[in-house]
Structure formats: structure tokens, C-alpha cells
């Protein structure tokens, strides 16, 4: 593969100057150049409306027991004002400001002082200095993969707490919850927009910039495709894992600490969402290597969407089973808990074995055993920006041949599993696979848009050979 490493770090420019050098820039495949209406309008509904969407969940929660009509049926009934309920939220306070600080000061140090040791130790796990996928504009980045250490030794601190130490309740998480909020809103802006101006103005590699020429688009989807500050601070890969997803098992064991003191127990449906949302993270950070393959780190810019997205999205509405329960302390009968256990598990493995599929494939060149046999394979080509000529291979066998992303599919029954946990009660924890289904069905139709245009003929073919994307005969 003609791939080089990362260029030193180019002069800054102009807005003028990068914009109209687009062309030098453009890779044949990757984010959109053109904007259609539709596009825009949605990307404009969701720099506006997606903050308020977590605060109505957050705030549903706090307020109503989480029943999601509540406050509209008060409105409507003249019960109460939206300033009532806006007068109710509880505002940032100087100790979630300080928790939040520590908390990102913390991930910071892990991610950047401490090397890799989890890879001399564990057997099968890779981390350590690892290369990411080839650029559009034919870069190949090194990323120092510590995800695993980091996620071990923030939840030893975490137990050594709880049981040793008493610094801090196990409730304090659920406890400054509101006002963590704001917290992570001024981080996730913060660093959206200083992602946007670094990327007009002293970008990490100018050759993987996009410019839409419009504005709103380039602030939500991202500018920049990597940007780093130094050799080793990669954005994507701070924000995408930490503090976001090391974040997201502590905060569901702090509402399980939180259902303890309210109930006096902790309910199945509680270690339920725990233990499969636990073994979702730690599939993660063991596969923190295969994750820089993924669509999210090799494909798509760091705008708003990914910068704002992990620092509040997800800690906030993942999670939302957990903060349910502790509000509604659901015991489940034993065959209801062994079915949503068995979902989660069986979700989990096609998740699991379909992704594990494609990155044998890939990383051996396609010599490897899939379901025990030589795998089938449609062999392509793309151009990179630099002209270069790449070959690369599709997988036609295993879940790659059932569905063009089965990988998604077991992902969808492991969401599905969490919801259902919660028993019936309310739609409010089942928000995640509502959510979870349309996100993967357009990132589904954006990956094969985009795959269309890298690979022409060859992804034809591919697609003739597996015609389904998602459930076959369906869709
Ligand atoms: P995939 O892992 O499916 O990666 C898609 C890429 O794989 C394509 O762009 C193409 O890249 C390559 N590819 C496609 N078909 C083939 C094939 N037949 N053989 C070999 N390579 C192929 O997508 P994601 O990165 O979106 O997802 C990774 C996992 O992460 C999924 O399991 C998904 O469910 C999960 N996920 C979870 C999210 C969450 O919020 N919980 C969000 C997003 C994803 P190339 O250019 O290299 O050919």
C-alpha cells in the first residue's frame, strides 16, 4: 500500500486560502462535498434541538418519575409553565464544575502519560502503538492504544473507593447529575468549535480537511478528518472513548449505588443493564485496535456530531436505563430476566463474530478460515487523493454474506435487550433502540454511498452478491 505517515504540521491558512484549494485536497471518497436542503435542515434542527432533546429526557426524569409526556400534558393542561419547569432544573454548581475538571484532567493523563503495559500481559489483547487506515489524502496515522489500561485503572479507583478509601459516595455521579450536564454541554461546544477553528487555521494534515462551504455543516460534521494537538492528543480517539465510554459503566454503577440507598436493594433489572452495557465497554476498549478501522475513526470528521456528541450524547442518553431503574426499581420474573439475557448474549456474540470477521479478513489479507472454510472474496480498487492506486478486498462469506452489515444487526438485539430490561412501564428507556435503529439504518445507506464511490464496479458486484443490507429478504 502506497500509504506515507503523518506530514509535519502544515502553515496555518486562510479561511479564503483552504477553501479555495479544495480541489489539491480532495479525496476521491469520504464526507460530502455538496450540501442538499434536506441536509442542511436536519443539521440545523439538530445544532438546535439536540441539546434541549437531552434536557427534556434528563429533566422527564427528575421532574415526571421519566414519564415523557408529563410535562407536555402540564403545559397543555396549564399545571404548569415551561419557565416553572425550567425554574426546577438544578443549575451548574462549583462541585460538579471541579468533578467534571478532575474527572477530564484525569482521562487526559491516563490517555497521554501512561503507555500501553495491558499488551504485555494479556494474551490475544493488542495495544500499544498501532496504526490507523489510510487516509483519503493516503496518510496513515499512529495512535498509542491505552483505552483497556485506562478503563481498568479508573474503575480499581472506583472500587477501591467504594470500599476502601470513602473519598467520595458511589451515588455521586447520579447525585450532581443535572449539573454534570452543563458541564459536558461547555466541554462538548468547547471543543467542537476550537476543532472548526483549528481546522480552518492551523490544521494537523490540510490534505484531509473538508470544506462545504457551509457553515453550519462544517461546524456539525467536522473539518479537520484527524486533528491532534502534539504527536499523541488525537481528538477522535480521546473524545470517542474517554471520558465518554469509560464514563458510561461508572455511571451506571452509580445508579445502582443510587437504587440501593433509595430501595434498599439493587434489582436483576439493574444488573442486567450492568453487566451487558459492561461487557459492550469492555468489548470496546479490548478492541480499541479494531475500533481504528471503524467508520467512526476512518471516515468521519471531528465536528460537533462527534465532539459534542460523546461528551454529552452519550453519557447521557446510553445510559438512560440505569437512571429509569433507579426511579422505577423494576424486578424482573426469572424467565423475562433469562430472555432479555439471552437476547443481550446472543446479540452480543453476531456483534462480536461479525466484526471479528472482517478484521481477521482484512488484517490477513484475506488468509484466514471463516465458519471454517477459505472465505469468498470480490477483490477491488480505489484511488486515494494523492493518485495513488490502493487494492483492497470485500468479505463475501460468514455474516459479511448474510447481510452487508450484520455487524449492526447484533448490535440492535443487544440495545433492544438493555430496553427490555426495564420492563413496560414507560417509553422513556426505550429511547436507546429507537434511537440506536435509525442511526445505524442511515449509517448504513451513508456507508454504502460512500463505499459506492471508493470502490465503482466493485462494490456492484459485492452488492449483487449479498443483496441485503441489514435482514435478509427485508431490507
Ligand atoms: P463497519 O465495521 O461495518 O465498517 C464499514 C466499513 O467496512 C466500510 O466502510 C468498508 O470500509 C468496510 N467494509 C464494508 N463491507 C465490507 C466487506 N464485505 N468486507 C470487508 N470490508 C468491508 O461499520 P462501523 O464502523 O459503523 O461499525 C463498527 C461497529 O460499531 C458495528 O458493529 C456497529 O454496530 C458499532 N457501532 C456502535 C455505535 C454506538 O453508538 N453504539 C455507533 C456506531 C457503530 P473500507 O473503506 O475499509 O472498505
Known sequence: MAAKSQPNV??????DSVTNDRTASQGQWGRAWEMDWFSLGSIIFLLLC????VYYFIMACDQYSCALTGPVVDIATGRARLSDIWAKTPPITRKAAQLYTLWVTFQ??????????????????VGGIQEGAVTPAGVVNKYQINGLQAWLLTHLLWFANAHLLSWFSPTIIFDNWIPLLWCANILGYAVSTFAMVKGYFFPTSARDCKFTGNFFYNYMMGVEFNPRIGKWFDFKLFFNGRPGIVAWTLINLSFAAKQRELHGHVTNAMVLVNVLQAIYVIDFFWNETWYLKTIDICHDHFGWYLGWGDCVWLPYLYTLQGLYLVYHP???????????LLLGLVGYYIFRVANHQKDLFRRTDGRCLIWGKKPKVIECS?????????????LVSGFWGVARHFNYVGDLMGSLAYCLACGGGHLLPYFYVIYMAILLTHRCLRDEHRCASKYGRDWERYTAAVPYRLLPGIF
Open 382 to 394: 480505489y484511488t486515494s487523493a494523492d493518485g495513488q492506486r490502493h487494492h483492497s478486498k470485500l
Open 108 to 125: 487526559v493523563l491516563l490517555y497521554l502519560s501512561l503507555p500501553d503495559f495491558c499488551h504485555k500481559f494479556l494474551p490475544g489483547y
Open 10 to 15: 502544515p502553515k496555518a491558512k486562510s479561511l
Open 330 to 340: 423494576v424486578q424482573l420474573s426469572t424467565p423475562h430476566a433469562m430472555g432479555v
Open 50 to 53: 439536540a441539546p434541549f432533546i
